[in-house]
């Protein structure tokens, strides 16, 4: 993913394929309401079938306020393992960690976003 693409799911604000979360703390300790929050999350976007959804996470629901993501187990090997384990059957994801140091915006400039692409899914 690109600066421009990230650009313009966030200015588009949430809709059905695009979710914000300002935080993510799944994986990072035993707790399963993060885990939980996370599972929903992907299967609600890996039902909008034939399409590619994003979870942009380090971005507010107002997609207003920005925050790098500083959860360093939030991998895509983590991820990809989780989904075979909690989803069935499990969705085609893909956990992406982006910063861009020369971005255009200051509210982005320097941070650390994690996009997680969900789908597209088999029908």
Request: charged content about 30%.
């Amino acid at each position: 993913m690109d600066y421009k693409r990230f650009r313009e799911l966030v200015t588009g604000k949430e809709k059905a394929r695009v979710d914000f979360k300002l935080e993510c703390h799944a994986f990072k300790a035993k707790a399963i309401e993060p885990k939980a929050e996370l599972a929903k999350d992907i299967c609600a976007m890996a039902n909008n079938g034939n399409v590619t959804s994003y979870i942009l996470i380090g971005v507010s629901d107002a997609g207003t306020s920005f925050k790098s993501v500083d959860n360093d187990k939030l991998t895509d090997d983590y991820l990809q393992a989780f989904c075979k384990k909690a989803i069935f059957p499990p969705p085609r994801v893909k956990l992406l960690r982006k910063s861009w140091p020369r971005a255009s915006s200051k509210k982005h400039k320097g941070k650390t976003f994690v996009i997680i692409q969900v789908g597209p899914q088999a029908r």
